[in-house]
């Protein structure tokens, strides 16, 4: 399962209409480094992968529309038995044309030979300028120079423009090739999360849930986990990125799990809460409750014609309705809502698109009054949650949390497509009824 030749060549057309006249750079990702001389595992920057499937460093990508011979041009590391000895094939700079499509491939070692011929009858450049700082000035420097020949060539491009307000719009509508790597990701992670309900139990540690899920991921071909994986029992469940994941389980904690896959460069992201006896205390069910009715009435939100912020209002209403009755929050509904008073409890947003990355790129407003409408093909997920922390400052004006309250932290996250005539859960294996959360 994989994405065809035939799709990426498509997705670099649909590009190359948009840039026109232009010429779009983009960089590989830089190799991460761990400690010392050990590097992490290398991950294709997702712009780059997305438009070509090439998964190396040291590598440029051009797309020069107006260029006579060559429109999609891969700059690559050359072939170097020794060098490859140590740290693995590489493609080579034949196969570069063969295996990718390349109009005209070279070696990275002739950048600055080859660049201008792509750069100079280009009305602008579109390029983003990301972490890696001695190619950005590389870009510029070249800009510069074309910029000073102007006079005397007649031609030179007259900007820079970031490339993502032309890719990322692409991205976010998923195509049936990548909506099955979505699924496939999905699925993973939904065996994963099933497992560990079953076996999370009183005495365990966070990291034998961590490991076996982890497991599960690699057992059926993942790249790796999406993100670091959150297991957090007790007091831990409030903290939203808590990654330590060495606390021991124990009776009447809850146990919140956000973990989802990278499988083929696509990534899942789901969240369950449960209890780790088996039986939620009548404080955690009250709270659970809530996140669940939050978020079933959040993802009706998620229609094809409905903005971005429509399932995130929905969410947030339910919670602080819900909040109120209990005297966690007090005063008017709509006052709480618009200065936000509820956020000491849910501090984050409601969702975020899901594609190469887990955080996926594209807009969420059109303009400062304006949000994104939803179409067919977006991915989101849709996670509310509550965090009661005993260490949390209630807002101006609002009664401290308490104690009975204390340490419940509750989050439920699915992944979801918006369709053509309304929406489809894709991690809707796991269950999520307080019934199923008491059956592990």
């Known amino acids: 399962m994989s994405i065809s030749q035939q799709e990426y060549q498509q997705r670099r057309q649909a590009l190359m209409e948009k840039i026109g006249q232009g010429t779009a750079i983009f960089r590989s990702a830089p190799m991460a480094v761990m400690h010392n001389d050990v590097e992490y595992r290398f991950r294709q920057d997702s712009d780059f992968y997305y438009l070509t499937g090439f998964d190396e460093e040291e590598a440029v990508l051009v797309l020069a529309p107006h260029h006579d011979q060559h429109q999609f041009v891969l700059f690559v590391q050359p072939k170097d038995l020794e060098k490859e000895t140590w740290t693995g094939y590489r493609v080579g700079i034949e196969a570069a044309k063969e295996k990718f499509g390349a109009d005209e491939a070279y070696p990275i070692t002739e950048l600055d030979e080859n660049f201008p011929q792509y750069l100079q009858k280009a009305d602008c450049i579109y390029y983003h300028f990301g972490r890696d700082e001695d190619f950005n000035q590389k870009v510029l420097q070249h800009w510069r120079k074309l910029i000073a020949k102007y006079p005397k060539t007649g031609t030179a491009p007259r900007a820079i423009a970031d490339s993502g307000f032309l890719l990322h719009p692409l991205r976010q509508v998923k195509s049936s090739q990548e909506l099955s790597l979505v699924r496939q990701a999905v699925d993973i992670a939904s065996e994963a999360h099933n497992h560990a309900l079953k076996l999370a139990k009183p005495g365990h540690y966070e990291y034998e849930i961590q490991a076996e899920i982890e497991y599960i991921f690699s057992k059926h071909g993942a790249l790796s986990p999406a993100y670091p994986s959150i297991v957090a029992s007790g007091e831990n469940a409030c903290i939203l990125h808590y990654i330590e994941n060495k606390k021991q389980l124990q009776d009447n904690d809850?146990?919140?799990?956000?973990?989802?896959?990278?499988?083929?460069?696509?990534?899942?992201?789901?969240?369950?809460?449960?209890?780790?006896?088996?039986?939620?205390?009548?404080?955690?069910?009250?709270?659970?409750?809530?996140?669940?009715?939050?978020?079933?009435?959040?993802?009706?939100?998620?229609?094809?014609?409905?903005?971005?912020?429509?399932?995130?209002?929905?969410?947030?209403?339910?919670?602080?309705?819900?909040?109120?009755?209990?005297?966690?929050?007090?005063?008017?509904?709509?006052?709480?809502?618009?200065?936000?008073?509820?956020?000491?409890?849910?501090?984050?947003?409601?969702?975020?698109?899901?594609?190469?990355?887990?955080?996926?790129?594209?807009?969420?407003?059109?303009?400062?009054?304006?949000?994104?409408?939803?179409q067919p093909g977006n991915i989101l997920t849709v996670e509310p949650g509550l965090y009661l922390s005993p260490h949390a400052q209630p807002a101006e004006g609002q009664p401290e949390l308490p104690e009975r309250w204390h340490g419940i932290g509750v989050r439920i996250e699915d992944d979801v497509l918006v369709t053509r005539d309304g929406n489809e859960v894709l991690s809707a294996a796991v269950p999520k009824s307080v019934e199923a959360m008491e059956q592990h």
């Open 254 to 374: 809850l146990l919140l799990i956000d973990a989802g896959c990278c499988y083929q460069y696509y990534n899942s992201d789901i969240t369950r809460t449960f209890p780790v006896n088996g039986k939620f205390t009548p404080e955690q069910k009250t709270i659970y409750e809530l996140v669940l009715e939050a978020q079933l009435k959040a993802i009706d939100q998620v229609q094809p014609g409905n903005t971005y912020n429509q399932f995130h209002d929905r969410a947030v209403r339910v919670l602080v309705e819900g909040l109120v009755d209990l005297g966690i929050l007090q005063g008017d509904i709509d006052e709480i809502i618009k200065e936000e008073k509820y956020k000491p409890y849910y501090m984050h947003r409601t969702g975020h698109w899901l594609g190469i990355d887990v955080h996926d790129v594209g807009g969420y407003k059109v303009g400062e009054e304006h949000w994104q409408t939803l």
